[in-house]
């Protein structure tokens, strides 16, 4: 089992940038895809970014590709995702979540078997 611990959420303005940061610990030698996930107010879980960790291949949605970017260290196993030009449409509860899957192209829930609680991002206009 792998803990996910999200950090880096704030309250930014429009077209501001952050930082997410998702530190791992336990049986990370499964964590073969780690993806960002947000829950924006009144909409259901969406799949943002996700990365395959074995490859360093990553993967956006058309709504944050070109605005965000993905990387890695596999030596703190830690994923972070660094965002820019925010709008308010993206404020959002951030989730980060591990799974086993090597090519880490499922954007499914189900792909993933372990989640963080998540970190906050509010971007005002």
């Known amino acids: 089992q792998v803990q996910l611990t999200e950090s880096g959420g704030d309250s930014v303005q429009t077209g501001g940038s952050l930082k997410l940061s998702c530190a791992a610990v336990g049986y990370t030698d499964t964590m073969n895809c780690v993806a960002w996930w947000r829950q924006r107010p009144g909409k259901e879980l969406e799949w943002v970014a996700g990365?395959?960790?074995?490859?360093?291949?990553?993967h956006y949605s058309v709504s944050v590709k070109d605005r965000f970017m993905l990387s890695q260290n596999k030596s703190s196993n830690s994923v972070y995702l660094q965002m820019t030009g925010l709008q308010p449409d993206d404020t959002a509860l951030y989730r980060c979540a591990a799974g086993p899957e090597l090519r880490c192209t499922l954007r499914r829930q189900f792909a993933f078997n372990s989640w963080g609680q998540g970190t906050q991002v509010t971007v005002s206009s």
């Open positions: 990365i395959a960790t074995q490859t360093d291949t990553a």
